[in-house]
């Protein structure tokens, strides 16, 4: 009979190595709405807070140049994703930035206690990030046409909310931020389908001595 005891798991290293990566998780996800809005709560955190604490070469993304270059490109972001057509050119744009925004999140949390290999740290940030920006750059033409672009900045606010909740939720409570996420991938590839539903399909038009 093979026994299987908890005690590992509820001992204070595992909690020690359990918690960084879920917040890394937590703050990957986001990533893939908003590049800089779990960027610039994780800078903000290893400022404010003792429970974050960032090395090198991620330091650098809480320094005040730092901090300063994230602001920028974080209002250049907001306000070109609330204007139609724009945002479908910044979502192609933001292609590889989100996903390189989710890696370095992830391995800047797990780097000070070497939780996961940086490598498996670089592609689980990849692979988070660029799932959600996959589901958002497929998900917004759809809402496009079926709103006449008057639906593009109440969605982008929307992500923008979310991304900002699910960010201080992956530095205060991990758990939370991943579980929120998991629900939220489930209710957009609902709503994605009952989208594209509504979308009228175009019918190429014969002419007229047809």
Avoid at 22 to 48: E, F, K, Q
Avoid at 127 to 134: E, N, S
Wanted: charge should be neutral.
């Amino acid at each position: 009979m093979i026994c299987f005891s908890t005690e590992r798991f509820d001992s204070p290293e595992y909690r020690s190595m359990e918690s960084p990566f879920l917040t890394g998780l937590g703050l990957a996800a986001p990533a893939g709405l908003n590049a800089y809005i779990p960027l610039l709560t994780l800078a903000i955190a290893d400022r404010v807070s003792d429970s974050v604490n960032l090395e090198q070469p991620y330091s650098f993304l809480s320094s005040t140049w730092g901090i300063l270059i994230i602001l920028f490109l974080l209002t250049i972001e907001i306000v070109v994703d609330k204007i139609p057509g724009f945002d479908h050119a910044n979502d192609l744009l933001q292609s590889t930035v989100r996903p390189a925004a989710g890696a370095v999140l992830l391995m800047a949390v797990t780097h000070e206690q070497d939780v996961i290999n940086p490598v498996v740290a670089l592609l689980l940030g990849l692979g988070t990030a660029g799932a959600v920006h996959a589901v958002k750059t497929v998900s917004r033409p759809a809402v496009t046409v079926s709103t006449g672009g008057m639906g593009n900045p109440v969605v982008s606010m929307i992500e923008d909310g979310v991304a900002i909740l699910a960010s201080i939720l992956a530095i205060l409570v991990p758990i939370l931020a991943v579980l929120m996420f998991v629900v939220l991938a489930l209710f957009v590839f609902w709503s994605y389908r009952n989208v594209r539903r509504l979308v009228p399909k175009t019918r190429p038009t014969r002419g007229a001595g047809t």
